[in-house]
């Protein structure tokens, strides 16, 4: 599969954004989609993943219930909602794939499939 992530952007601390990725190549029930982000100097942390098949979903500490990782199978599109922003969100937010169970595994070296990620910059 390839990966394209988009909708990143500038938001103050406290707002909402709604950043998306389009899939595109053959997809299976057993794939798992993940988002994670990247603050520079840092590594790529898991935020969230879904399981193509059944819709499950599995989150990482960092957005401690105010992200929400949704699917849309018709439109081929993984998306991350996030509300509360605090400028620590601050990073560039990639999207990945894997094969397996949702809750498996939350290393970034187990996903691949990167697209480009898209900046996401909360001021404070």
């Known amino acids: 599969v390839q990966l394209q992530a988009s909708g990143g952007g500038l938001v103050q601390a406290g707002g909402s954004l709604r950043v998306a990725c389009v899939v595109s190549?053959?997809?299976?029930?057993?794939?798992?989609m993940g988002w994670f982000r990247q603050a520079p100097g840092k590594d790529r942390e898991f935020v969230a993943a879904?399981?193509?098949?059944?819709?499950?979903?599995y989150y990482g500490d960092s957005d401690k219930g105010r992200f929400t990782i949704s699917l849309d199978v018709a439109k081929n599109t993984v998306y991350l909602q996030m509300n509360n922003l605090k400028p620590e969100d601050t990073a560039v937010y990639y999207c990945?794939?894997?094969?397996?169970?949702?809750?498996?595994?939350?290393?970034?070296?187990?996903?691949?499939?990167w697209g480009q990620g898209t900046q996401v910059t909360v001021s404070s």
């Open positions: 990945g794939a894997r094969y397996g169970m949702v809750t498996s595994t939350t290393l970034a070296y187990d996903f691949g499939s």
């Open positions: 190549g053959r997809t299976y029930s057993q794939h798992v």
């Open positions: 879904v399981s193509w098949g059944t819709g499950d979903t």
